[in-house]
């Protein structure tokens, strides 16, 4: 998957793990929002306006740079950004039917998947408190979904496989994008979510019977002035998050990254609990403390560099 790409890799580990943090901070917030939002808008409206956004937000960061917008169309950047939209797909098509809590559980296997994959793909040292680390977080998964029980529920299984799809991300990220820009790599997951947008649109299209203006009035029109707030501060959030996430799977090793991913857990119970009165389990708070100790394991282990 990465082995062809020679570039040295950075190692950063103390900006890499703010970084990451920071960043599933706004992915929770942001999901927390599409949580809330997702009985008012499609999922086709969400993918396709805030892309539109977040792409002007983008281009004006970039300020009109053709390099940046070059890079995006790079083989790497791309492969990225098709994994993250089918990630970000499978998240979305059953966000509204689930807690935020099992949902971050399903979703938050994918640091096991990452780390499997940095080993065999990047050939990167990945040291035993690392594996541990992450191993032991992955304990604090199963904790929380506790498989085997009554409360368990088969779609579960579709965040799990964004989180594997997450992985393959993360992983592209440090394998095959040293040469592009985080913004270059956001440009590109950006270009594909609205692809997907567009693609969705089309298919609630076909599978109604109204004719096309009718559907385009009712697809642009249905959007309040709240909807329109709510679009601009997603997009506001998608920003951060591409350039957090490419930045800090980037200059840091996935292994260890990885471990500070699990707080996204963490922040998606607190605003189920906030925002949707999701009262977490005893054994959803044990969980929680065993994935935030996993970071904090695997941060200590292997040092601040």
Known sequence: MASSDKTERPSKTTLGSFLIVGAVFLMATQDALIKYISADLTLGQIFLFRSILVLLLLHGIARGSRACWRDAFMIGPLARAVFLTLM???????????????????????????ILLSGFFLKEPVSPAAWGAVAFGFLGVLVLLKPGSDSFAPLVLVPVSAGFFYAVAAVLTRGRCQNASPLAMALALNLCLLTAGIIVSTFGYLQGEL???????????????????????????????????????KIAQPAVIASFDYSYLIFATLFGMLLFAETPEISTLLGMGMIASAGLISYWFNGAR
């Open 88 to 114: 970000y797909a499978l998240l979305y098509s059953v966000i509204a039917s689930m807690p935020l809590s099992t949902l971050a559980a399903g979703f938050y296997t994918g640091p096991l998947f990452i």
């Open 211 to 249: 004719p096309v203006s009718s559907f385009v009035a009712r697809f642009l029109l249905s959007l309040g002035l709240l909807d329109w707030g709510l679009l601009f501060l997603l997009a506001a959030l998608m920003v951060g998050i591409g350039l957090g996430l490419a930045t800090a799977y």
